[in-house]
T-cell receptor, first 115, second 115 residues
């Protein structure tokens, strides 16, 4: 079984709708991240959480919000979706700094299309 | 074991100098190499490299990948004090038959640019 799961895997929605993307992990990691990936670009960080009570904005947080419901769950919300939020969204976890070198473990991604 | 090694670990230069940061890797199922700049808690995306020999440029920054020798360099010309940061190299690998991936970070190069 995969250690990092995302739901849904694909979603089509309309402009103005509220959308929630969910991420769950069984790795027991404290750190969780939400990234988006656009064609030709690398992973850009939206929000990250170092533990349940520590949530921080990444470089492109405008238009997004998050909720860390538990150590294992980190949800990303688009309050009012717009077409330029069409992208591939990845959730990731990390056990850094318990390990000396950070490795982030990614979910399979959620492909979101906003019409 | 997958690993990403950056050198030097730290570097002090004066404004106007040109610097070259190095990143070597040993990763199974390589997908891409990414460079990030980290000034606070979380990194901001600079470049994604997937093909050998193709230079990517953004202002005074440029980067290139050599997939045969398994390394990448990040160049910064005419450095400014605002370039002071930790520069992270990360390599994306494919696991679980492509359904998931890992992002393995190097330890970073701490660049200090003095006036």
């Amino acid at each position: 079984d995969a250690d990092v799961t995302q739901t849904p895997r694909n979603r089509i929605t309309k402009t103005g709708k509220r959308i929630m993307l969910e991420c769950s992990q069984t790795k027991g990691h404290d750190r969780m991240y939400w990234y988006r990936q656009d064609p030709g670009l690398g992973l850009r960080l939206i929000y990250y959480s170092f533990d349940v009570k520590d949530i921080n904005k990444g470089e492109i947080s405008d238009g997004y919000s998050v909720s860390r419901q538990a150590q294992a769950k980190f949800s990303l919300s688009l309050e009012s979706a717009i077409p330029n939020q069409t992208a591939l969204y990845f959730c990731a976890t990390s056990d850094f700094p318990r390990t000396s070198q950070e490795t982030q473990y990614f979910g399979p991604g959620t492909r979101l299309l906003v019409l | 074991e997958d690993k990403v090694v950056q050198s030097p670990l730290s570097l002090v230069v004066h404004e106007g100098d040109t610097v070259t940061l190095n990143c070597s890797y040993e990763v199974t199922n390589f997908r891409s190499l990414l460079w990030y700049k980290q000034e606070k808690k979380a990194p901001t995306f600079l470049f994604m490299l997937t093909s050998s020999g193709i230079e990517k440029k953004s202002g005074r920054l440029s980067s290139i990948l050599d997939k045969k020798e398994l390394f990448s360099i990040l160049n910064i010309t005419a450095t400014q004090t605002g370039d002071s940061a930790v520069y992270l190299c990360a390599v994306e690998s494919i696991v679980y038959g492509g359904s998931q991936g890992n992002l393995i970070f190097g330890k970073g190069t701490k660049l200090s640019v003095k006036p």
